[in-house]
């Protein structure tokens, strides 16, 4: 019966790759190429059917596998890492920068444009809970780009007791995840990516570990500056766990766009988050009108950049902002704001959020591109 229900499954989801294939493929194409463009639109689609059918396979089979429904592990995975994606709201997979801290967001923004960079982060999470990250990103060739990454908590020192109150000593806990991406230019404006997450936890005596990967989508119009992005995250599930039940890693479907004016240095990002639902679970046990729902799918991000050396970000999380406003004193939840400076090969951003009821995180990003430093 369960080998059935199994079968049944991947017949559906074979369906849906071929219904993607047949028909999503051509109206993005449409769309992109103008009507005059009638031979350049046949070599688009035709291409990009087969690169977009094998991404279509990959993402439907770790889908398959993570929509599962019961507990969540690792779930530190959700928070941020670049304090530029932090700044817009926590969740950006669309900006086009150089910023390699993004790929943890969507692995599709890594690219050959990236080659020889160095990003380092901390947060500051709450109490002693500290959390960071490294990543190193290098070209392959001209429309390929690969990365290792680390991110990891921290969550202090805590004093081991025994049952008569007796000191017995200090213990430990950390979570870690190690980082492979990689990314392809598909098309001139098409890019895909992929990262693959190995993680292990350590709570005192207690040990996790799991496997886990990124799928993203980027698209990104120059003339227009504008950029579009979609990713599948954190899907995957733990092959050790801390007691007998495995779990599954927090993952999530989001998809993206960003735009900036024509004739002034501003961006304007939404992002949607939590697709793989609609409804949430809610603090008073009520269900939410549809318009209250919706937003708490939505991050809306803006970014002011006077030049390539300065950048200004403003965001709020609307999910994020509502369920903390539960809580006294926190009226600008959801609320985030950073800001960032290039000079010469080396970069620093920071930005404020509030990811607890009960503190105001910072994040701080450094970088610096050694393939700038031999120009």
Aim: aromatic share 14%; proline share 2%; hydrophobic share 40%.
């Amino acid at each position: 019966m369960v080998h059935k229900t199994i079968q049944a499954k991947y017949k559906k989801i074979c369906r849906l790759i071929y219904l993607f294939d047949f028909f999503s493929v051509n109206i993005i194409a449409r769309v992109l190429c103008k009507s005059r463009f009638a031979i350049y639109y046949q070599v688009i689609s035709f291409n990009m059917r087969k690169k977009l059918f094998l991404f279509t396979v990959c993402f439907s089979l770790v889908f398959s596998l993570s929509a599962q429904e019961g507990k969540t592990a690792f779930d530190y995975l959700l928070l941020p890492v670049s304090s530029r994606s932090a700044a817009l709201g926590g969740a950006n997979i669309s900006i086009i920068e150089t910023d390699a801290s993004l790929v943890f967001n969507n692995p599709a923004l890594l690219g050959s444009e990236m080659d020889l960079n160095l990003v380092a982060s901390g947060l500051s999470y709450l109490a002693d809970i500290k959390m960071g990250s490294v990543i190193f990103t290098k070209a392959l060739g001209e429309r390929s780009a690969w990365g290792i990454g680390v991110n990891y908590a921290d969550y202090g020192k805590m004093t081991e007791t025994s049952v008569d109150n007796v000191i017995l000593g200090d213990l430990n806990a950390t979570d870690i995840c190690g980082n492979l991406f990689f990314s392809r230019d598909l098309t001139d404006r098409w890019r895909g990516g992929i990262t693959a997450k190995f993680i292990y936890s350590n709570y005192y005596h207690n040990t996790a570990m799991g496997i886990g990967v990124d799928l993203g989508l980027s698209y990104y119009d120059p003339d227009k500056e504008f950029s579009i992005g979609l990713t599948g995250k954190n899907m995957g599930r733990q092959i050790t766990a801390y007691e007998d039940e495995l779990a599954v890693l927090p993952w999530d479907i989001q998809l993206g766009f960003s735009k900036k004016l024509d004739h002034a240095p501003i961006r304007f990002s939404v992002t949607g988050v939590y697709l793989k639902q609609w409804q949430f679970d809610n603090y008073f046990k009520k269900k939410d009108s549809f318009f209250k729902t919706l937003g708490k799918h939505l991050i809306i991000g803006i970014d002011v950049i006077p030049s390539d050396n300065l950048w200004i970000g403003i965001g709020y999380n609307i999910k994020r902002g509502m369920d903390m406003h539960i809580q006294d004193g926190n009226k600008f939840a959801g609320f985030s704001i950073g800001a960032g400076l290039k000079v010469k090969t080396f970069a620093i951003g920071c930005s404020f959020g509030k990811y607890h009821p009960s503190a105001t995180s910072l994040l701080l990003n450094i970088s610096t591109s050694f393939g700038e430093n031999k120009l």
